[in-house]
Nanobody
């Protein structure tokens, strides 16, 4: 059974930073495409970024990831995926989810590409 558990969310003021973690069991982050997504109230789930089994990034990632405000990394030894968010904005308020696919490469993969999901961690940013 594959389990993903996110942690590190919370309430922060605009301009602050957070690092979210996603600890995986029953699978290996080194062998799977992994991703971070978020869902704000009343909005669809949105992709932040995906990372291939080899640590390279998938395609069609969020503009804030491309521009460097979001950083995604993984620690194979700890079997953990990370999302660093800097310069937080109120519009970043959402539930953040990590996900794992059964494939090694992410390609353009959107949410439908992923098989396993964590329960989510809430991030609330106040102005």
């Amino acid at each position: 059974q594959v389990l993903l558990v996110e942690s590190g969310g919370g309430s922060v003021q605009a301009g602050g930073s957070l690092r979210l973690s996603c600890t995986v069991s029953g699978s290996t982050v080194e062998r799977a495409c992994m991703g971070w997504f978020r869902q704000a109230p009343g909005k669809e789930r949105e992709k932040i970024a995906t990372i291939n089994g080899d640590g390279s990034y998938g395609r069609k990632n969020h503009v804030d990831f491309v521009e460097g405000r979001f950083t995604v990394a993984k620690d194979n030894a700890k079997n953990t995926l990370y999302l660093q968010i800097n310069a937080l904005k109120p519009e970043d308020t959402a539930v953040y989810y990590c996900a794992s696919s059964i494939g090694y490469w992410c390609g353009d993969g959107d949410a439908s590409y992923f098989t396993y999901w964590g329960q989510g961690t809430q991030v609330t940013v106040s102005s």
